[in-house]
């Protein structure tokens, strides 16, 4: 069994081409890595342009100028090596008032390049075949467990060893994939990067205009490419394949019609058959009307991949593409051909990675096994099935069956609804989230301790959202797909209408510093506790502000009602029977919000707006009127301009009031802070 040590790493490290210089704004080497040490023998202290070959040091010189100001891609430098001259390719960055650059080693040889991926290849592909051995061992070991217990019911020392047992396999399995996983993700650019290197080069040595190549020549090129583009279909196939096992595939659903997809599909499939083929790609006429919302890229990896591969096995007839509606709100694709077909014993063998069955078609066709395993593992992460019909000599059928509606989207919708409803009861957290998953966890933890999520998955949405309601608190994911929320947060955080939020930052990435540099009240690292979440957003929404209204209304029933309607919420009530009572509570106790009665028995509710505007200290404070009183268009015109909303007794609800307070203290932007520093009493 393949086992890593602690000096294995070294394998890595030396197939690694990559180095990393950091350089202050006069070129001056500050930092360097240990491959940098290694291939250069660069030190801090050291000038950039002291490395520089003859006669390339202006190109450095521009390099770092250009670096200063933006990012830098592609550019090639030739650097000392042992008085030798090498080749790098570098990309740079302004980095703290320097540059921060990493450089490529432009292979020389690229036959030893592509030997040297195909070597590492072959041991990951060892390292993965190994822990498939190791899980079908736990398996093993967990069903020997299960028997044993029954066994040793009345043995304890005996059922302890065997979990001490089990616990050791698993660890060792664990330890397997994570090590699987370093090396699909430190090795993927590592994979790609020659390989893009000797495609390109092949390109251009194959290209009439850069001088014609002799036969000869010509065709060992061509067998260079045509090698370079089998191993790129592997590598690509088999970073698929690692992404969708370790769960990092993420899924972007949209809603199409089932006919455009299939246009599109028959355009990219065509290419697939060589001009003198003897076997004929046939495309039926999706149901008029059908549409489905999933991920139509990774659907159409799994159908093309079909196509492929019963291309690949049919030497004469035809291949026919095919789908109709299925039972239960699902959408079934087939795609059926005349090949050789696969025996009834090989129909789950052909899913499983790196294996093929043994035909003398086979020999001929040039494969990776795992394009039929990647088809059912993207099959499944959409929620469908992936079966094949199949016999020696009789063709093959392959069946993938999806829900029409992903229940990623269907869940999302409804979350999605349910958030456009606010409760009164419940305190609003806005959540910007572009994992569907973790959003329906939030909820799932949010709903038990009196909180309404308010789902967004991207910055824009967020403003939106804001633009709607005021959030209790907020949960912001700061990597997010194709952007960050770095700038929403320090936007939240300046702004005086939402400085007061609190904000919680949980994400992947550990930039706690620049985080709290923002604002942040709350840092932490995914995945997040369920009771930890909950005690941490009920302590930082009752630390944020309290809004304290003023109830200004003679009528001791009408006072009374409007405090059942605002039972149990945030907001801290006062009450006034009277307009000069109500002048001077608004003078000593600062509300952010009044609710004013039209008929008062000492003054007029006009008196009690230009008192209320001709004081500094209760200026800005939004009014909400509130009568039972039919008004004149005049009084109404008036009242519209000096109040933020007019609501009528009889038709007024809890969801109504709660709704119209929250937008008078959002348009007015008066935070608790700023009120209470202006009284303290308050």
């Not at 076997?279 to 489905?292: D, I, Q, R, S, W």
């Not at 030497?315 to 095919?322: D, F, K, Q, R, Y």
Request: a negative charge.
């Amino acid at each position: 069994m393949m086992q890593l040590d602690e000096r294995d790493p070294g394998i890595f490290e030396s197939l690694s081409r990559e180095l990393a210089l950091a350089c202050d704004a006069q070129g001056t080497v500050v930092w360097r890595d240990d491959r940098a040490a290694r291939l250069l023998g660069v030190k801090p202290g050291q000038s950039l342009r002291s490395l520089a070959s003859a006669g390339s040091e202006s190109k450095v010189e521009k390099l770092l100028v250009q670096a200063l100001d933006e990012a830098v891609d592609g550019w090639e430098l030739i650097l000392q090596r042992d008085h030798k001259p090498v080749t790098f390719a570098f990309r740079a960055r302004p980095h703290e008032g320097g540059v921060a650059l990493v450089g490529s080693l432009v292979p020389e040889d690229y036959g030893a390049a592509l030997t040297q991926v195909s070597t590492t290849l072959g041991e990951l592909t060892a390292l993965h075949r190994e822990t498939a051995r190791q899980q079908y061992e736990l398996k093993l070991r967990a069903e020997e467990l299960s028997r044993l217990n029954k066994e040793l019911e009345e043995s304890n020392k005996g059922v302890r060893s065997l979990h001490a047992a089990l616990d050791e396999k698993a660890e060792s399995l664990q330890r397997a994939s994570e090590i699987k996983s370093r090396v699909v993700a430190n090795v993927s650019h590592e994979f790609r990067t020659p390989l893009h290197s000797i495609l390109g080069l092949s390109k251009v040595l194959l290209n009439p205009l850069n001088g014609s190549l002799a036969a000869e020549q010509e065709k060992q090129v061509q067998f260079i490419r045509s090698s370079a583009e089998s191993l790129f279909e592997l590598v690509n196939d088999l970073l698929d394949l690692s992404k969708v096992e370790s769960g990092k595939t993420m899924l972007r659903h949209t809603h199409f019609a089932v006919s455009d997809f299939m246009s599109a599909l028959r355009g990219m499939t065509r290419p697939l058959l060589p001009p003198d083929s003897q076997v004929a790609l046939n495309f039926e006429t999706p149901p008029g009307g059908l549409e489905m919302e999933t991920d139509e890229a990774k659907l159409s990896q799994v159908v093309r991949n079909l196509v492929s591969n019963a291309v690949k096995f049919t030497e004469s007839g035809s291949i026919t593409v095919s789908v109709a509606p299925g039972p239960h709100d699902t959408v079934e694709f087939t795609v059926k051909d005349t090949g050789i077909g696969i025996a009834p014993a090989n129909h789950e063998r052909v899913f499983e990675e790196f294996i093929q069955v043994d035909s003398p078609l086979q020999r001929q066709v040039k494969g990776t096994g795992l394009g039929l395993p990647l088809a059912r593992k993207l099959t499944e992460l959409l929620g469908g099935t992936l079966g094949v019909k199949s016999a020696l000599g009789e063709g093959s059928t392959f069946s993938v069956v999806l829900p029409r509606v992903h229940v990623e989207v269907s869940e999302m919708t409804g979350l999605a609804l349910r958030s456009q409803n606010l409760d009164p009861s419940r305190a609003p957290v806005l959540v910007l989230e572009d994992d569907r998953q973790t959003l329906f966890l939030y909820e799932k933890y949010l709903a038990r301790s009196g909180f309404q999520v308010l789902p967004v998955r991207t910055v824009e949405d967020a403003r939106k959202m804001m633009q709607r309601v005021r959030p209790a608190a907020m949960v912001l994911d700061v990597m997010l797909e194709g952007e960050t929320s770095w700038n929403f947060l320090a936007e939240m955080k300046n702004g005086e209408q939402t400085r007061d939020i609190p904000i919680l930052v949980v994400t992947v990435t550990d930039r706690e510093q620049k985080a709290r540099a923002l604002g942040a009240d709350e840092f932490w690292l995914k995945p997040v506790d369920e009771v930890r979440l909950q005690k941490k957003l009920s302590a930082l929404a009752r630390t944020g502000p309290v809004e304290r209204v003023l109830i200004i209304d003679d009528d001791d029933v009408h006072r009374y009602l409007l405090k059942q309607l605002l039972k149990d919420t945030p907001y801290q009530l006062l009450e006034a029977a009277g307009g000069r009572d109500g002048v001077r509570l608004a003078r000593e106790k600062a509300p952010h919000l009044i609710f004013l009665d039209f008929i008062l028995p000492d003054i007029t509710a006009f008196d009690v707006l230009d008192e209320l505007k001709a004081d500094p200290r209760t200026r800005d404070i939004p009014i909400i009127l509130h009568t039972s009183h039919q008004l004149q268009e005049s009084e109404r015109q008036r009242l519209s301009r000096e109040t933020s909303a007019i609501l009528a007794k009889h038709t007024l609800s809890r969801e109504v009031a709660i709704t119209r307070i929250r937008d008078a203290l959002t348009k007015a932007g008066l935070g608790t802070r700023d009120l209470r520093e202006n009284n303290p009493r308050g």
